[in-house]
């Protein structure tokens, strides 16, 4: 079951700060093609990539 509400809320605050999904997922440190399906609520973000990422953690 694909969650998304944390796609929401990250997609949410990445156009709030006015980057693009390429921009953003440099900042976060995650694969474009990967966070571009969580922002689209596509796919669950992962645990393992929560924690690689200090600021997926402020985001959600």
Same mark, same amino acid.
């Given at each position: 079951? #694909?969650?998304?509400?944390?796609?929401?809320?990250?997609?949410?605050?990445?156009?709030?700060?006015?980057?693009?999904q390429?921009?953003?997922?440099?900042k976060?440190e995650?694969?474009?093609?990967?966070? *571009?399906?969580?922002? *689209?609520?596509?796919?669950?973000?992962?645990?393992?990539?929560?924690?690689?990422?200090?600021?997926?953690?402020?985001? #959600?």
């Open positions: 079951m #694909i969650r998304k509400d944390p796609g929401n809320r990250i997609r949410e605050l990445r156009q709030k700060l006015g980057l693009s390429e921009k953003f997922g440099l976060i995650m694969d474009r093609t990967y966070f *571009a399906s969580v922002d *689209a609520g596509k796919r669950n973000i992962a645990r393992c990539n929560i924690k690689k990422s200090p600021t997926v953690w402020v985001l #959600i």
